[in-house]
């Protein structure tokens, strides 16, 4: 299938109004295709995501849960986390975040599936990879600010999660359902 036509918009300002580690957003003025113009439009810069699809060598997969307080609740999550400066591809990202989050490592690894939270107003990707054959390397090291606990689920629970919505944040729940249809668990 051929990509769609690209028309570009023509930024004619930028303006930031926040510049925070996970809080960066500016407004575009901005001139359509067309020649219509948009005086107000918000895009939020965020670096490059990571998420890890990992599964063990005997088969079960790793998930966290922790609390996230914008919608105060706390579900299963694949491991996740923001690239950061010092790694040297997105792979070794999600292989840091992965060791960090639950102390497992190793294994064959392969990128899986690119995505976008939400094209329209973010600037960032998210790299989902599947890890197969991880095993436990050590104890987990989470970020300052990350509080949560290391969960090993069988397939059974997995599938369960998926079609009881326990999977909250999309960008996991993608990843998950591909995986599901790729190996016919439904």
């Known amino acids: 299938m051929e990509k769609p036509n690209h028309r570009k918009w023509k930024v004619l300002s930028r303006e930031y109004l926040a510049r925070e580690p996970w809080f960066t ?14 005086p107000g439009y ?8 990571v998420n890890v699809l990992a599964r063990t060598a005997d ?3 790793l998930f966290v849960s922790q609390y996230r307080h914008g919608l105060g609740e706390t579900h299963y999550e694949l491991v996740a986390g923001v690239s950061e400066a010092s790694d040297a591809g997105m792979e070794a990202a999600a292989r840091r975040e992965l060791a960090e989050e ?13 995505l976008s939270a939400n094209p329209a107003t973010t600037n960032n990707l998210t790299y989902c990879f599947l ?3 991880v095993e436990r390397l050590g104890e987990p090291r989470p970020d300052a600010t990350e509080d949560l606990d290391v969960h090993l689920l069988t397939e059974s629970q997995v599938r ?3 079609c009881g919505d326990g ?3 999309a960008l996991h729940a993608a990843p998950l359902w591909k995986y599901a249809a790729e190996r016919r668990w439904f």
Do not use: H, K, S
Request: proline share 4%; charged share 25%.
């Open 42 to 49: 918000y895009v939020f810069e965020y670096p490059a995501w």
């Open 25 to 38: 957003v500016r407004r575009d003025r901005v001139e359509l295709p067309d020649g219509r113009q948009i």
């Open 102 to 114: 639950t102390g497992y490592g190793g294994g064959c690894w392969r990128l899986y599936m690119t």
């Open 131 to 133: 890890a197969e054959g």
């Open 167 to 169: 999977i909250r944040q």
């Open 59 to 61: 088969g079960l997969y």
């Open 160 to 162: 369960e999660l998926l």
